[in-house]
T-cell receptor
Framework: ETGVTQTPRHLVMGMTNKKSLKCEQH?????MYWYKQSAKKPLELMFV???????ENNSVPSRFSPECPNSSHLFLHLHTLQPEDSALYLC?????????????FGSGTRLTVV | AQSVTQLGSHVSVSEGALVLLRCNYS??????LFWYVQYPNQGLQLLLK??????LVKGINGFEAEFKKSETSFHLTKPSAHMSDAAEYFC???????????????FGKGTKLTVNP
């Protein structure tokens, strides 16, 4: 148990489906992150939330839509995805947005788009 | 802007041999440095971190790293590799941006460690 829980662990969806990834942390952290990890590619930072406010959006396509209703929960809403969106999606949290104390990662959601 | 370079995308060692994974960073201000480990289909787990205290940092699972400012390096070592050390390792740097700008972790591309029996 890492303190950051991601559900589901695995997800297979068609290109016309709508699904959501969920991330939950009870570490008292104020910042949360979504990362995409594809095979043979570096970690890609997608979104950063600090105190429930989105502070960074790294040119992510609009078919990915994040939501942070409170400092403990983070969602990634998915719709009309493409096969190249298949990847491991990692959620992380940190004490604050500087990350100086490091990030705590969840175990990830393995997404397959068919 | 800060950046991290991990030399060698793949490293292979024999069980019981020394593990050395290289990381060089670029930062215009004193950095915070981290090593993470990722096992297959898992998230990243913090191994150790340097936060401007002792330059030799000890982490979990027998790993340690030494901060060398003159070489801008933060290499990860372990005296004797175990089969269970086979995983991917990521170096990361966090530093305050110029003029108090946004600070966050920047990750290297990772080094996959294979341990041979």
């Amino acid at each position: 148990e890492t303190g950051v829980t991601q559900t589901p662990r695995h997800l297979v969806m068609g290109m016309t489906n709508k699904k959501s990834l969920k991330c939950e942390q009870h570490l008292g952290h104020n910042a949360m992150y979504w990362y995409k990890q594809s095979a043979k590619k570096p970690l890609e930072l997608m979104f950063v939330y600090s105190l429930e406010e989105r502070v960074e959006n790294n040119s992510v396509p609009s078919r990915f839509s994040p939501e942070c209703p409170n400092s403990s929960h983070l969602f990634l809403h998915l719709h009309t995805l493409q096969p190249e969106d298949s990847a491991l999606y990692l959620c992380a949290s940190s004490h604050d947005k500087t990350g100086r104390l490091g990030y705590t990662f969840g175990s990830g959601t393995r997404l397959t788009v068919v | 802007a800060q950046s991290v370079t991990q030399l060698g995308s793949h490293v292979s060692v024999s069980e019981g041999a020394l593990v050395l994974l290289r990381c060089n960073y670029s930062s215009s201000v004193p950095p915070y440095l981290f090593w993470y480990v990722q096992y297959p289909n898992q998230g990243l787990q913090l191994l150790l971190k340097y936060t401007s205290a002792a330059t030799l940092v000890k982490g979990i699972n027998g790993f340690e790293a030494e901060f060398k400012k003159s070489e801008t390096s933060f290499h990860l070592t372990k005296p004797s590799a175990h089969m269970s050390d086979a995983a991917e390792y990521f170096c990361a740097v966090s530093a305050q941006g110029a003029q108090g700008g946004s600070e966050k972790l920047v990750f290297g591309k990772g080094t996959k460690l294979t341990v041979n029996p």
